[in-house]
Every structure is written in structure tokens, then in C-alpha cells.
């Protein structure tokens, strides 16, 4: 700002301590610059220029002209004082068409459940897929072999860039974990077969 445009008695947003604040020039400082006091931590402050003020503001709690105006009009209405050319203003309330209700909610929520669990059924994960592919293949595989056969029938999609080195980790990780329960039997060097007999 320019020190012409400085009011004394006017609020200004300031740059106080590093912070931007609401301030009210009190009087000028016959050091130069104004005394201001900081309306939000109430306290004393010195502005030495006109570069600290960004804009000038309304004090804090203070209501916005228009609401003051709605407030008079609808003081003078109440006591029976409506001059001629006194409007009230009106609340407008914009709806929406089709408001969204409880039961709409809980339908679209369900709904999407319910394609969530027949979008799971539909694809099978990549342990489901190698249990699948062992079965039918009735001999010991290998992971690569494994992804090819998932992927061709379209059994599993990835996108990741080391597919047989997942399902090999997965296959190792359930053998540990269920032990003779599991699905999978490592019968060589990176040589997997179905535990379950046909």
C-alpha cells in the first residue's frame, strides 16, 4: 500500500510477526509509521511502512454490510416501522432435484458391494489361478509355466513387471503357512505340484 491510502481508524490486513493479521491503525508515530493495535491477540504493534499493510479489511466480528441492512429491515417490519422503498431480503434455498435420502444411500451401497464381490468372483487371485492350472495340468510345474497358462486363459491379470517371482513367493508363503493343508507341494528346484489328488 501507499502511506496516502493509511487511515488512521481503518482496519488493515498486515504482516505481523511473520503472520498475517488483522490490525487497526490507532494514530500515527511521530517516529514515523502508525501505532496499531493487532485485533486479534489484542496487543500493541508499530507498522514502520505502508509496505507491511496488504489491503484494508473489516474488523473481526464485525457484520457485512448487506447483513446489517437484512437486520434493519427486518427490525423495522417487526415493529411495524416498514418505510416506503424498505425491502426485506429473502432467503433463497437452492435443492437439488432427486436429493440424495438414507435409502439411497444404503441401495447405491449395496449396490456397489455387490458388484465388488461378483467382480472377485469373476477373477480369480494368483494363488487361485496356480492351484487351478496344477490341478488340470495333473504333472510338476514351474512358476513361468504357470503365469503363461494363467494369463493365456485368462484366468489372472497383472501388470507388474516379475509376475513368477509373485506367485512363486505366494506358493512358498501359503506352504509355510498351512503346511500340510496347503495346496501346493514343492517337489524340486522351483518345481511346484497340486497337493490335492484329482
Known amino acids: 500500500m501507499k502511506k496516502s491510502e493509511v487511515k488512521t481508524g481503518k482496519c488493515y490486513t498486515a504482516k505481523v510477526s ?11 508515530n511521530p517516529n514515523g509509521g502508525w501505532d496499531a493495535t493487532n485485533l486479534t491477540t489484542k496487543k500493541k504493534v508499530r507498522i514502520k511502512s505502508a509496505q507491511r499493510l496488504r489491503h484494508e479489511t473489516r474488523a473481526p466480528g464485525r457484520r457485512a454490510p448487506a447483513k ?3 437486520a434493519r429491515a427486518v427490525e423495522a417490519v417487526e415493529k411495524g416501522n416498514l418505510a416506503k422503498g424498505v425491502t426485506v431480503p429473502t432467503a433463497s434455498k437452492k435443492r437439488r432435484a432427486g436429493g440424495i435420502t438414507e435409502a439411497n444411500k444404503a441401495d447405491a451401497v449395496n449396490q456397489a458391494m455387490q458388484a465388488v464381490a461378483a467382480d472377485k468372483k469373476k477373477r480369480a487371485s494368483g494363488l487361485d489361478a496356480a492351484a ?7 504333472a510338476p510345474l514351474n512358476t513361468n509355466t504357470m503365469v503363461e497358462r494363467m494369463l493365456a486363459k485368462g484366468l489372472w491379470q497383472t501388470s507388474g513387471k516379475t509376475p513368477a517371482a509373485t506367485i512363486y513367493a505366494a506358493i ?10 496347503s495346496r501346493f507341494r514343492k517337489v524340486g528346484r522351483g518345481q511346484f505340484e497340486s497337493a490335492r489328488k484329482p
Open 172 to 181: 512358498i508363503r501359503e506352504i509355510a503357512a498351512k503346511g500340510d493343508e
Open 18 to 28: 511473520n503472520r498475517m493479521a488483522t490490525i487497526r491503525i490507532d494514530a500515527e
Open 132 to 138: 487351478q492350472v496344477l490341478a488340470e495340468a495333473g
Open 68 to 70: 446489517r441492512d437484512a
